[in-house]
């Protein structure tokens, strides 16, 4: 018996050796590699499982593996975080390639919030984000241009075609009336001043230049994403500066596994976009000839626009490195670009660098990171400003000079232009206008886990500044250009930025309830000044008066006065945040910030902003289990309260002035008058922030395994408390010319949000992704206590102290209010329409004639990947919207013509006559509704297996930028903001002699070791 028993059991081992042997002989190995399905990048850490066991692997930092596998027809399970999980069958095969496609709306993505991360099935609030693969393609020369047309709500405009000009973000539309204002920018939890880094050029006597956007130190290339916070209850942590919405930018990190470096080169060639359609050097000359002014026609036939224009060539060069191990991570990066303006004397170069550091200790209990980002930004200037006024400037004198002129005189100099006109040649020749502006922004960052789940956080930052501005004309004799001597005017400003902030951040839970709670303070302090000088009469021409200004032989008080300014604001806040969710189904969110400020009055130095947030994973109730179709639903619900201080420093004190003038003098001492102090501003110690308080509901979904997804969201932001500069009715007995308050009125935007996308791999070599958005914005004044608030100032001939728009009750801002034109009457003569029946047309006949804020905005993108091949295409459109085209006003009228200027085919009508006035009104009003492609990227990244191995990335790129607009508007382009405010009071939608959109094509090289 014992025997026997022995005997089976060698028997057993023996059946079982043999299966086991046999099951090796089955068994193989296989390999391959992961790749990102939109970048191409290779993916580390990636998990592959044998299906329906446990065996498996994950791929190393160049994104390979090896597994063995029983047999070549099992299925592999590929899964990553922030990735679509896929199933791929080996069907014989030993070496697979796999590309992984993005989860839409994974739950466990981590999202960027105010003072932290959230997983996305978490939040509460109104967020969007766009992620480094997702980013507009083309010449970038800031992070603003990557966002438009990509997040429902955000609407993205460029002032000019300027390299390198200011972008202005509106987030849900404006809740102020006052220029300057718009969303806080955070970098990587740093909040910064988007204030001008250097001051503005002299004109001239023509147009003063745009300072250069503060965010061009930045390297679009350096950032991995941006996370946009627009309702209240995500805005709310950041209190007093949160109310235009909050812009987070996240730049990369070195991550652990083997050193990466990352090169990328690009050449683009730029052209005008689109040309304003004037009336050809023959045509001018036959409408002139035909009346007998032969003496109009000079013989030459020049298309002045294209004497100024070029074909701009742009490069842009980066660099960077990467890497780490558990307890140590590093990032480091330089970069190198050079921007050619369409307008000859016009470009902007930007070189800069940026390194993060990131260091653990005590068991990776503490951890330091160290995060120094510098950037040089130098712009030259073409002679081309917002506000060409009367006398023009180089890009008006190119529309409107007589097209019969000469370029050059026989004996090669330029031609100079009769008619008190100017050759736009010599603008470029006489004047040089130049920014200089230096940025370095460094964080220190340090947080220790006291306990499991309890961190403490202390970070201290600074973000310096200095910017000069350097504007000379040389002698000369022309007309349109003042100081026929030579004058330098050399301006300079620094701003500094202090803050430090120390959060205690604890997360803790049950198995059915979590939280997460989060305190902290915060300080920042704000510094600010500026100092010019100027000289006149230049002794030599040999040297430039920037290198040398002692050339100058000219100094007047009148003339070269010197200037200067310095401010300093502070700002003291505490804050703290609950978050707390139910089994993954019920989430709540609750924050309260408060913010006290050196800018407002003594009795309002604090201001309080809650919010309160819920949620609902309707998803993940058990009466949606069998719902197979629906993959993910959440319903969010908020409520809050943010602020505004972006007002001037110091309003709430008194204002005085000295001056040496004769008379002038203020009675400090009753029955004593001291000379030369005035008062200007009467001190108000009551005034206090704008506040805007926002509701927002808002449905996330997801069908088919996330394959079909989008979001609406229904808001309501209501501003009060709006601070406004009195210039009327202030204080009899202490008389000024201004005086600071709040205005009890309300500034209302409503209206809904819409994203949809679906996206789908068709097997294991085609995939595509389409998602679009559109808003829908209703903006409204209530509660106005005056009549009306003009502004919008135009220019032109006859057009001195015109305004077009005004701040009205129950109109939006941006509303155009000005006469209605009818037509010519039989002599052509302007009739416009009598609206008061008095018989007489005056301001009392002026109508609302619609809006600058269009009724819709929305933005459309594609991605198509085929192998190796990949096509992004994006697309952005407004709509419902009117722009005012001054230039149409002021220059493109027939008695322009008749005076010897050309003017656009849009003006010309032979029944006008001569001596008609140019009033403001309907007849230069436009609808500026347009659909762009915006940017379309054509990608082919290399299989560079098997012979070159060293290469982890080689990736060739095509890109066109601006391809093509369909728009009725007449001019340049129908994306407009040129800044027209008057008093600080916001004005949009005005179009003047702004510098021209260019169309790009850009070539790319990508690769990695």
């Not at 120390?502 to 803790?508: E, H, I, P």
């Not at 704008?690 to 997801?702: A, C, H, L, P, W």
């Not at 394959?707 to 009327?728: H, N, P, Q």
């Not at 389409?770 to 006859?798: C, H, K, M, Y």
Request: net charge negative.
């Amino acid at each position: 018996m014992k025997k026997t028993v022995i005997k089976s059991f060698q028997f057993s081992c023996l059946l079982f050796t043999m299966c086991f042997l046999a099951i090796l002989a089955q068994a193989q190995t296989i390999g391959g590699t992961v790749t990102d399905a939109q970048t191409g990048e290779l993916l580390p850490g990636v998990n592959i499982i044998v299906q329906g066991t446990a065996t498996g692997t994950a791929t190393n930092a160049d994104g390979e593996f090896q597994l063995a596998v029983p047999n070549l027809n099992v299925t592999l399970v590929i899964s990553y975080v922030g990735y679509v999980t896929q199933e791929i069958a080996l069907a014989g095969r030993t070496n697979i390639s796999v590309e992984m496609r993005i989860q839409p709306l994974l739950g466990d993505e981590l999202v960027v919030v105010g003072y932290g991360t959230q997983r996305r099935a978490d939040i509460t609030g109104s967020i969007g984000t766009v992620s480094s693969r997702e980013f507009n393609q083309g010449i970038i020369s800031s992070p603003e241009q990557i966002l438009q047309g990509r997040v429902a709500g955000v609407t993205v405009t460029a002032q000019s075609g300027q390299p390198g000009v200011r972008q202005t973000i509106t987030v849900r539309g404006p809740g102020t009336l006052r220029t300057g204002s718009g969303p806080l920018y955070v970098i990587d939890g740093v909040a910064i001043d988007n204030s001008d880094t250097a001051p503005a050029g002299d004109g001239f006597g023509m147009s003063s230049s745009t300072p250069t956007n503060p965010l061009a130190f930045l390297n679009p290339k350096d950032i991995e994403s941006i996370n946009i916070l627009k309702d209240a209850s995500a805005t709310a942590i950041y209190g007093a500066r949160g109310s235009e919405g909050v812009i987070l930018i996240t730049t990369r990190q070195g991550e652990m596994g083997t050193a990466q470096f990352n090169y990328s080169s690009s050449v683009g060639f730029s052209s005008i976009a689109n040309k304003i359609d004037m009336l050809s050097p023959a045509e001018f000359a036959d409408f002139q000839n035909s009346r007998g002014r032969n003496d109009l026609d000079r013989g030459a036939r020049t298309v002045w626009l294209d004497e100024i224009l070029r074909n701009g060539v742009s490069q842009d060069q980066s660099m960077s490195i990467s890497g780490g191990t558990q307890s140590a991570q590093y990032f480091a990066s330089a970069y190198f670009s050079n921007q050619e303006g369409i307008i000859k004397g016009s470009d902007v170069e930007r070189y800069g660098g940026r390194i993060r550091l990131n260091q653990r200790f005590l068991d990776n209990r503490l951890n330091i990171g160290l995060n120094v980002t510098a950037g040089r930004t130098n712009t030259n200037f073409a002679p081309i400003g917002n506000n060409p006024g009367v006398s023009g400037d180089m890009l008006t004198a190119a529309l409107t000079l007589n097209p019969t002129y000469p370029v050059r005189n026989a004996d090669g100099t330029f031609f100079i232009a009769e008619d008190q006109n100017m050759n736009p040649h010599h603008a470029l020749q006489f004047i040089t206008n130049f920014s200089e502006v230096t940025r370095v922004l460094g964080s220190l960052e340090a947080s220790f886990e006291i306990m499991e789940g309890l961190v403490y956080r202390v970070n201290v930052a600074l973000d310096n500044s200095s910017g000069a501005q350097i504007s000379q004309v040389e002698p000369h004799g022309i007309f349109r250009i003042s100081n026929p001597l030579g004058r330098l005017v050399d301006g300079r400003r620094e701003n500094s930025n202090f803050q430090t902030e120390s959060t205690l951040n604890y997360v803790f839970g049950t198995q059915n309830h979590n939280f997460n709670i989060l305190a902290g303070m915060s300080y920042q302090k704000f510094t600010f000044q500026g100092r010019s000088f100027s000289v006149n009469n230049f002794a030599t021409t040999e040297i430039n008066a920037y290198h040398n200004p002692g050339i100058g032989n000219s100094l007047t008080i009148a003339e070269n006065r010197p200037g200067g300014f310095a401010a300093q604001n502070e700002l003291q806040s505490f804050f703290g945040r609950v978050n707390y969710d139910f089994r993954s189904r019920y989430l709540l969110t609750a924050t309260l910030r408060a913010d006290g400020s050196s800018r407002f009055g003594d009795n309002n130095k604090y201001g309080y902003f809650p919010s309160l947030a819920a949620g609902w994973q309707i998803s993940n109730e058990s009466f949606m289990e069998n719902i197979a179709a629906i993959s993910n639903l959440r319903l969010r619900l908020g409520w809050g309260m943010s602020g505004n201080q972006e007002i001037p420093n110091g309003i709430t004190q008194q204002l005085i002035n000295i001056s040496t003038g004769a008379g002038a003098g203020h009675e400090l001492t009753p029955g004593t008058v001291t000379p030369g102090i005035t008062f200007v501003r009467t001190n108000n110690p009551n005034i206090q922030w704008e506040v805007s308080k926002q509701t927002n509901v808002g449905i996330d979904f997801g069908l088919f395994n996330d394959a079909l997804y989008g979001t609406v969201d229904i808001f309501r932001k209501v501003s009060t408390d709006i601070l406004f500069e009195m210039t009327a009715g202030v204080d009899p007995i202490a008389p000024t010319s201004s005086f600071w308050t709040n205005l009890d009125m309300e500034i209302i935007n409503q209206g809904v949000e819409m994203s949809l996308g679906y996206t789908q791999n068709i097997g294991t070599n085609f995939t595509f992704d389409i998602n679009g958005n559109i808003t829908f914005l209703d903006n409204e004044v209530r509660g106005l206590p005056v009549s009306q608030i003009l502004t919008g100032a135009i220019s032109g001939q006859g057009l001195s102290g015109e305004r077009v728009q005004a701040i009205l009750n129950n109109q939006s801002i941006g509303t155009f209010f000005i006469l209605d034109w009818t037509g010519l009457d039989s002599d052509g003569i302007n009739v416009f329409r009598d609206v008061d029946g008095d018989g007489n047309i005056t301001n009392a006949d002026r109508i609302v004639a619609g809006s600058a804020l269009p009724d819709f905005t929305y933005g459309i993108s594609t991605f198509f990947g085929y192998k190796n091949l990949d096509l992004r295409v994006n697309f952005n459109g407004v709509s419902g919207n009117m722009v005012y085209f001054n230039d149409h006003n002021g220059r493109f009228v027939m008695p322009q013509l008749y005076g010897g200027n050309n003017i656009a085919r849009i003006g010309f009508d032979p029944n006008e006559n001569p001596a008609n006035s140019a009033a403001a009104s309907t007849r230069f009003l436009h609808d500026g509704s347009y659909f762009r492609l915006s940017n379309a990227t054509l990608g082919y990244t290399v299989n560079t297996a098997g012979y070159l191995d060293f290469i982890r990335e080689l990736r060739f790129s095509v890109t066109g930028q601006n391809l093509f607009t369909i728009t009725d508007y007449p001019g340049f382009d129908p994306e407009v903001d040129t800044p027209r405010s008057v008093g600080g009071i916001t004005a949009a939608g005005i179009d003047a002699s702004r510098y021209p959109t260019a169309r790009s094509v850009i070539f790319s090289l990508n690769i990695g070791f």
